[in-house]
């Protein structure tokens, strides 16, 4: 077995080894026990009394879904403005301009809604200011708002009848000061001693091996860095992101990367089933997420390895595998593993180029974000999973010939609706968006714009239309990654997926919450013998049969069109 191999394999070993303790950690958290950082107490409660909100006031599913779009408009208001402005604010030692309005518009959405999609390049686009009082700012809240929302249906599945569902501020501040911060801590350390740039100085000017004047770009990376990967954020302080030797320095950090973008999301997991003391059904998400990651990560890596078949024809051999895109530090597999992690968990950072990766890969990571369901981002992960867990239900139920029932509650007509709606509107969102994209491509090639649809693709033929799909696949599972042949800084592309932003994040939020609400209000049925378990292998195959054949349904024919067509065609 290579060694390329056995780092991908310890990276995961060491990733659930620490995620166990961890989601034990954040239950205890969020049932209000007793935890090693109690000692942040004093500071919630001068927040509390700064802010004049009551962390003791309890909130119904209503009630949640109000303070967490108000104080989520809030944010994108102050983002939008300060990406206005920020040419004229200070920490500016670069001097880099401040955004348009439609770039503007689309980063402050793109990091408000936990995707982090940059139509900008980070040592240009953006700066120390807004890198760290803007940017970094909105990598915490936005990954509290996903853990604070799974608080909510946490909380709703505990209680046996009740419209309490705890307090939204508290969940959100917990998760900042007791889960993200403490970790991201720990993390922008590391990545500081290992050689990320933590200061506030402008560009250096150094000489390469040939004796030119070069410009490097650096600042206070290390600690946004740390956030972008806990809180599965994904946006890069460098343009290339974590293929940037200063943004991931070695393959430590590269491990290190790895382990910080896929802990919390697998930690959240095993929380559930310590909070509500079903460790079986806690057991069986996870492995059913870890099969689905697996059908996806294998073949990837298997044909990252395995090279291009164009390059074979020229007889050349391709002891490396598919190097094009590829940091040499870490290697095709390594790079593969990366590449579908950061798409299963909708981080969205890359150490490698997608937009080179083989065909099935390409698949493979946008196949990753369709079914959007195996790990996900920080809370809102969970939250995908809930609606294909009460889909099966209910086709189980109806198997059965018993009305549908998921711990104690009924599963009637109106979770059902809402189950279907929050499931369709994905593969809408997507589908609508790259099909009239593909639409103005073609009829309005040249069209007045401030930049042509004619100019949008470096790439023609499949490889451009699945640049296309990938962006509003990126947008709608809240990833962030893209296939960077698409020129994508445009009116067009910054306002069509500033809205694709928009509904596949807060709609997957709304839905299931008010799904675990409306449950949580039923009466309580105790289990019988007749009642169907919902922590049982069986039913876990067929929560991911119910993915898979709605992810199949929905886009097999636009993979057609794209990266399974380029696959034939170079084969």
């Known amino acids: 077995m290579s060694t390329e191999i056995l780092g991908i394999l310890l990276v995961f070993v060491i990733t659930i080894i620490l995620a166990i303790p961890l989601g034990k950690y954040i239950a205890k958290v969020f049932s209000g026990e007793r935890t090693i950082t109690d000692f942040m107490k004093p500071f919630e409660r001068f927040i509390f009394k700064l802010s004049g909100i009551n962390p003791d006031r309890e909130m119904n599913w ?35 301009p401040s955004m348009t309005p439609d770039l503007a518009f689309n980063t402050a959405i793109s990091f408000l809604v936990n995707c982090n999609l940059q139509d900008y390049s980070g040592e240009t686009g953006v700066t120390y200011f807004t890198q760290l009082f803007v940017i970094t700012f909105l990598m915490f809240v936005s990954a509290a708002t996903g853990i604070a929302a799974m608080a909510v249906i946490l909380r709703a599945m505990k209680e046996k009848v009740t419209d309490k569902l705890g307090n939204f501020f508290n ?15 720990i ?3 590391l990545l500081a001693f290992n050689g990320t740039p933590s200061s506030y100085a402008a560009k250096a000017s150094i000489k390469d091996f040939h004796g030119n004047n070069i410009t490097v770009s650096r600042g206070p990376a290390a600690g946004m860095i740390a956030i972008k990967h806990i809180g599965t954020n994904g946006g890069g302080w460098f343009g290339a992101n974590s293929a940037h030797p200063l943004e991931n320095p070695n393959y430590f950090t590269n491990m290190l990367e790895l382990v910080a973008q896929f802990i919390i999301p697998a930690a959240l997991i095993f929380a559930l089933g310590f909070y509500l003391k079903k460790k079986k059904l806690a057991y069986v998400i996870f492995g059913i997420m870890t099969l689905g990651f697996l059908l996806l990560v294998l073949p990837t890596i298997y044909y990252e390895l395995k090279g291009s078949p164009t390059i074979e024809k020229l007889g050349i051999a391709q002891t490396t595998g598919a190097m094009e895109g590829k940091e040499v530090r870490f290697g095709p597999a390594n790079s593969g593993y990366w590449s579908i992690l950061t798409t299963v968990i909708s981080t969205g950072s890359v150490n490698s180029m997608h937009d080179s990766s083989m065909p099935v890969s390409g698949a493979m990571q946008m196949l990753a974000m369709m079914t959007n369901a195996f790990y996900g981002g920080c809370g809102a992960g969970f939250l995908n999973y809930y609606i294909f867990i009460l889909i099966a239900v209910f086709i189980s139920g109806l198997m059965v010939g018993r009305t549908p029932e998921l711990l104690g509650r009924k599963v009637e007509a109106k979770e059902i609706k809402i189950a279907a709606i929050i499931a369709l509107l994905h593969p809408f969102i997507i589908l609508a968006g790259t099909a009239l994209s593909t639409y103005i491509l073609i009829h309005n090639p040249n069209a007045n714009w401030a930049v042509k649809p004619s100019t949008w693709l470096n790439n023609p033929g499949f490889h451009g239309f699945s640049e296309m799909l990938y962006q509003y696949t990126s947008c709608a599972a809240n990833n962030g990654s893209g296939f960077e042949g698409l020129a994508d800084n445009n009116i067009w592309w910054n306002i069509s997926t500033g809205f694709v932003l928009i509904l596949g994040r807060y709609i997957p939020i709304i839905g299931p919450i008010a799904i675990a609400g409306i449950l949580a209000q039923k009466k309580y049925i105790p289990e019988a013998g007749g009642t169907l378990r919902t922590d ?4 876990g195959l067929v929560t991911f049969g119910v993915i898979t054949i709605i992810a199949a349904l929905a886009f097999f024919p636009a993979l057609v069109l794209g990266p399974l067509a380029e696959y034939f065609s170079i084969y």
């Open 536 to 539: 049982t292998i069986t039913f």
């Open 62 to 96: 209503k009630q949640h879904m109000v303070a967490l779009l108000t104080i989520n408009m809030v944010w994108f208001i102050y983002a939008f403005v300060m990406f206005l402005i920020q040419g004229s604010l200070f920490l500016n030692p670069d001097g880099n």
């Open 171 to 185: 969940y959100f501040l917990l998760s900042c000061t007791r889960i993200l911060l403490p970790l991201s801590l």
């Open 187 to 189: 993390t922008a350390l």
